[in-house]
């Protein structure tokens, strides 16, 4: 198959044989979408740093016209493929006295090391099957807008938390994908925003960080407050609404009726480390560097580093106390 010409039947056989391999790799759905600039999406990019609600996360504000065009972070691209991984487990939280709940995509192993293991796998299926074809794979680590590809691509559609959703197994899924030169078949239609008159995510978070439909601000987030945040000290408004959350947040995601139709994951390095979904408060607080960086090798907890971890931990104490 040439990269840049195909016939119909070319196309319609090529894209097949990635779907076909993808699942066998391990992924749960596959969808493929046409590259093109992204201009609505980038209005609401530039709008939501405008209003300053990425925070310090500095790195958002950096070029959005690369992150709204898959072509300008690989010249050439032709096709946009998506890769989705369930990532769901079914485990609750231990939320006794003096422990702090974890985030469920942190219970496992570090997302971003098993999912490019598969990106790379299927980049190399792709490249000896087609001789000559480029592609650049990522997963959350460069200037990909993933989950509105993911919309692109028909394999689900943004939730009003600003998540992407799906029909067969919910929001709990990471989001790869692959830039590419061939010309595939690409997605015709998005699938139906199904979210209708519900507001359960956003009446649900006791930040109020859903601000409006399909807007997070990141000030006002559990989430961001508890891994992306450098500050020393968590602000007032944002701790005494904690509710046990020593890592990341998933309140807007457990009560969203979708997750009703979730699905246990097939990978096995999902399920929690240690048997842990969540963590002693002292474990955290006696950490040094060493022992932390020892304690989460392979892990996404790693993000908060040592000083932002013990932080909440000490922040959840002195709540209890």
Known sequence: MNALESSSFERRSATEAIRSRALDIGFDAVGFARAEELIDERAHLEQWLSDGMHAEMKWMERDPARRSDPRLVMPGTRTVIVLLKNYYTNHGHDEGPGKGKLSRYAW?????????????????????????????????????????????????????????????????????????????????????????????CIDACPTDAIVSDYVVDSRRCISYATIESRAP?????????????????????????????????????????????????????????????????????????????????????????
Request: proline share 2%; charged share 30%; aromatic share 8%.
């Open 108 to 200: 496992g192993d570090d997302y971003h090391e098993v999912v490019d293991s598969k990106l790379k796998s299927l980049e190399a299926f792709i490249r000896d099957r087609f001789p000559g074809a480029q592609t650049k794979s990522s997963v959350d680590t460069s200037a990909v807008l993933e989950k509105h590809w993911a919309v692109r691509a028909g394999l689900g559609w943004m939730g009003k938390h600003s998540n992407l959703i799906t029909k067969e197994i919910g929001s709990w899924v990471f989001i790869g994908e692959i830039l590419t030169d061939l010309d595939l078949e690409h997605a015709t239609e998005t699938v139906e925003n199904h979210c209708g008159t519900c507001t359960a």
């Open 233 to 321: 000290l968590m602000p007032d408004e944002i701790a005494e609404k904690l509710d046990g959350w020593l890592y990341g947040c998933d309140i807007c995601q457990d009560v969203c009726p979708w997750n009703r139709f979730q699905k246990g994951t097939s990978e096995e390095g999902f399920q929690p480390r240690n048997g842990e979904s969540s963590m002693k408060l002292e474990e955290v607080l006696s950490l040094n560097e060493e022992t932390f960086s020892e304690r989460f090798k392979g892990s996404a907890m790693k993000r908060a580093k040592l000083t932002g971890l013990q932080r909440n931990a000490r922040t959840l104490k002195n709540i209890e106390d």
